[in-house]
């Protein structure tokens, strides 16, 4: 599901990705409070909200995932499918690094290629955009933050969900309402345009859902090794679908970043065996 957003948010064009997110914000706290309803998860969220604690770190949260969604529906609005896969792929690889200087975890010998590795494919996509590829960093770093965050703050997968998005909803309604008033919003250019703002929600929260459902299920390699297929369909879309772009450069730096994840990947399995 998330591999294949990038072909549900340019339906909602040509609304911008402050809108989207706004709206994106706003529905999937609406369908959040139907599942916490259902579920009977209330009296964790409001323990949640009472914990100062928590309560900051999931504010953290809020911000880092905004931004993370601003930065890719902004690339998939503006034809840069393929770096916004380029987050998803070195994503893993910042989490690690992250570990090390946040949590002070010690890296293996393949662990610390893998990040060489991912470095060298940096420079080298680099040279191919004519500069950095910031918005790639932007959301990889963003959304291994955002894990980082999460980890801290250790509140169940729905009850957080809910309380990041709470967080985010007031901002987003008033964006939305100036937007409305200016004339400048798209939320009622027709019945089929509201039903995919509001449908935004469901999309948003779904895959969130089912990937905290498969955290409690899966071994730990084994959610890793499945994340790479939202980079892979967002790279195929892009370059097939959308026809982006591709230079030799371009192509280097990515076989980089796919031999550095080959070997993280294997020395992951490997590591998870003798254990």
């Given at each position: 599901m998330w591999g294949l957003f990038p072909l549900y948010w340019p339906l909602l064009a040509p609304a911008g990705a402050f809108e989207i997110v706004a709206h994106r914000s706003l529905w999937s706290l609406v369908f959040l409070a139907l599942v916490v309803t259902v579920t009977r998860s209330w009296r964790v969220v409001g323990r949640t909200y009472a914990n100062p604690r928590q309560r900051w770190l999931l504010l953290a949260a809020a911000l880092l995932v905004a931004t993370n969604w601003c930065g890719y529906i902004w690339a998939v609005l503006?034809?840069?499918?393929?770096?916004?896969?380029?987050?998803?792929?070195?994503?893993?690889?910042?989490?690690?690094?992250?570990?090390?200087?946040?949590?002070?975890?010690?890296?293996?010998?393949?662990?610390w290629l893998a990040v060489a590795l991912a470095a060298v494919a940096v420079v080298v996509l680099t040279f191919g955009y004519g500069h950095p590829p910031w918005l790639g960093l932007l959301l990889a770093c963003s959304f291994a933050l955002y894990g980082l965050v999460k980890k801290l703050a250790d509140v169940p997968a729905v009850p957080s969900l809910t309380v990041e998005t709470s967080f985010m909803a007031p901002v987003a309604l008033l964006f939305l309402l100036l937007l409305e008033n200016s004339n400048g919003g798209h939320f009622l250019d027709s019945g089929l345009m509201t039903a995919l703002f509001v449908s935004a929600g469901v999309v948003t929260a779904l895959p969130l859902l089912a990937f905290g459902a498969a955290a409690v299920r899966l071994p730990l390699t084994s959610i890793g090794l499945l994340q790479y297929l939202t980079p892979v369909v967002q790279f195929?879309?892009?370059?097939?679908?959308?026809?982006?772009?591709m230079s030799a450069l371009s192509w280097a730096g990515f076989v980089v970043i796919w031999c550095a994840l080959t070997v993280f990947s294997v020395d992951a399995f490997r590591h998870a065996s003798r254990r």
């Amino acid at each position: 599901m998330w591999g294949l957003f990038p072909l549900y948010w340019p339906l909602l064009a040509p609304a911008g990705a402050f809108e989207i997110v706004a709206h994106r914000s706003l529905w999937s706290l609406v369908f959040l409070a139907l599942v916490v309803t259902v579920t009977r998860s209330w009296r964790v969220v409001g323990r949640t909200y009472a914990n100062p604690r928590q309560r900051w770190l999931l504010l953290a949260a809020a911000l880092l995932v905004a931004t993370n969604w601003c930065g890719y529906i902004w690339a998939v609005l503006n034809e840069h499918i393929v770096e916004a896969s380029l987050g998803y792929f070195i994503n893993p690889l910042v989490s690690v690094l992250i570990g090390v200087v946040a949590l002070g975890e010690r890296l293996r010998r393949a662990q610390w290629l893998a990040v060489a590795l991912a470095a060298v494919a940096v420079v080298v996509l680099t040279f191919g955009y004519g500069h950095p590829p910031w918005l790639g960093l932007l959301l990889a770093c963003s959304f291994a933050l955002y894990g980082l965050v999460k980890k801290l703050a250790d509140v169940p997968a729905v009850p957080s969900l809910t309380v990041e998005t709470s967080f985010m909803a007031p901002v987003a309604l008033l964006f939305l309402l100036l937007l409305e008033n200016s004339n400048g919003g798209h939320f009622l250019d027709s019945g089929l345009m509201t039903a995919l703002f509001v449908s935004a929600g469901v999309v948003t929260a779904l895959p969130l859902l089912a990937f905290g459902a498969a955290a409690v299920r899966l071994p730990l390699t084994s959610i890793g090794l499945l994340q790479y297929l939202t980079p892979v369909v967002q790279f195929l879309l892009g370059v097939i679908v959308f026809a982006e772009h591709m230079s030799a450069l371009s192509w280097a730096g990515f076989v980089v970043i796919w031999c550095a994840l080959t070997v993280f990947s294997v020395d992951a399995f490997r590591h998870a065996s003798r254990r």
